[in-house]
């Protein structure tokens, strides 16, 4: 947490809010979270007196570009959260916010992350990103195709699951979202990956799609720390059909999902919909 969803709202509620603004200061409260790929001072290497041209995501990972030169990345980790405060407002929580940058309205961009499991980086451009990054990433998911994916799979001998929140295979899928797309794609998170048909990984990337699409259409998923750019909560915590329901009914058969662990992670599945041919749960 936060997976795509989560990130491509951030990106989607901080565009009208960023895009065209000019950073006239920036603040760094915690200069341990901040990292930066060529020399440079600090906060002028954070955008200090450079204008946001566009926010770009890559699977759960965000950047600024800016002009004339320069690109920030934001990894939000495990608590991370990016909102904007407009002129003169209170920020709301003032604690573990690491990194502000001033806009030339007044309104201030602050980067919190209370676990700081996620950090800052900075880069001399958005191709220097990409180059140094990006490039050791998969396919971003909300755009993945079967060929692509089977491409990926067929590589490994590891479980489904244990592919699909390899970042290096798929970029953007965390637990949530792999437990939600396999079980609409009835596919067991223990399957070898090797072993899906190609008629079983088509059905997995559309779900993939499907699942990703409408978690951004409800503004992800707060279990306990997302917010968007304008601190609003995402709603498809509400929508979830397996993860986290241990013990509840399948909302497809109505046998009582069950648990186990893949890949370190635990994992949800209704072992009716979802049967493992190796014989076990």
């Known amino acids: 947490m936060p997976e795509l969803p989560e990130v491509e709202t ?21 200069a341990d979270v901040v990292r930066s790929s060529f020399r440079r001072d600090r906060r002028a290497a954070l955008g200090r007196g450079g204008v946001v041209e566009e926010l770009v995501r890559h699977g759960k990972q965000l950047a600024f570009a800016l002009r004339p030169a320069g690109a920030v990345h934001v990894h939000l980790g495990m608590s991370g959260q990016l909102f904007v405060t407009p ?12 990194v502000r940058w001033v806009l030339d309205d007044g309104s201030r961009l602050h980067f919190r992350d209370p676990r700081r499991f996620g950090g800052v980086w900075a880069y001399p451009s958005l191709e220097a990103l990409r180059a140094e990054r990006w490039e050791r990433l998969g396919p971003d998911a909300l755009d993945i195709r079967a060929p692509v994916l089977r491409a990926g799979l067929a590589r490994s001998g590891r479980a489904v699951k244990a592919c699909l929140l390899d970042q290096g295979v798929l970029a953007g ?32 990337a559309a779900t993939i799609r499907r699942v990703l ?7 992800g998923s707060t279990l306990r720390d997302f917010i968007d750019a304008e601190q609003r909560r995402g709603g498809q915590q509400d929508r979830f059909r397996v ?21 370190g992670r635990t994992s949800t599945i209704c072992p009716s919909c979802q049967p493992n041919p190796g014989g076990s749960c």
């Open 213 to 219: 699409c409408e978690a951004v259409a409800a503004r």
């Open 87 to 98: 002129p003169g407002a209170e920020p709301g929580r003032t604690d573990h916010v690491h």
């Open 10 to 30: 951030v990106r989607r509620s901080l565009a009208p809010l960023l895009v065209g603004r000019r950073i006239d200061r920036v603040v760094v409260g915690r």
């Open 243 to 263: 993860y986290g329901r241990r013990g509840a009914p399948c909302p497809a058969c109505g046998r009582s999902l069950l648990s186990l662990t893949v890949a």
């Open 173 to 204: 899928v965390g637990n949530i979202y792999a437990d939600e797309s396999l079980f609409l794609a009835r596919i067991h998170p223990l399957r070898p990956a090797a072993s899906l048909s190609g008629a079983e990984v088509a059905r997995l």
